[in-house]
């Protein structure tokens, strides 16, 4: 059993910055290709950026040269540095060890002025 934990979200500006972590219980964190995903209200859930155990990164348009995702293998946790947000990156954004079950419940981002 895994367990994804999600924290960071908060109220921020146009312009700033957060960073927004992902814990994970259980064994096999280090064996996982690891996930972002955002999901707005009414929306589907969109794809933010993924990071392999090579740590080979992957971005969506919308988000690349602003978010960079990480990973601590020490730690079972998977980072997400978010700079010059945009009200547009307003979501709900979830952790998910890809090709599993395992999704965290989410923290909220909302850019607003």
């Known amino acids: 059993q895994v367990q994804l934990v999600e924290s960071g979200g908060a109220l921020v500006q146009p312009g700033g910055s957060l960073r927004l972590s992902c814990v994970a219980s259980g064994s096999g964190f280090r064996f996982a290709a690891m996930g972002w995903y955002r999901q707005a209200p009414e929306e589907a859930r969109d794809l933010v950026a993924t990071?392999?155990?090579?740590?080979?990164?992957f971005y969506a348009d919308s988000v690349r040269g602003r978010f960079t995702i990480s990973r601590d293998n020490a730690k079972n946790t998977v980072y997400l540095q978010m700079n010059s947000l945009k009200p547009e990156d307003t979501a709900v954004y979830l952790c998910?060890?890809?090709?599993?079950?395992?999704w965290g419940r989410g923290t909220q981002v909302t850019v607003s002025s």
């Open positions: 998910h060890a890809i090709g599993s079950k395992y």
């Open positions: 990071i392999n155990t090579a740590g080979e990164t």
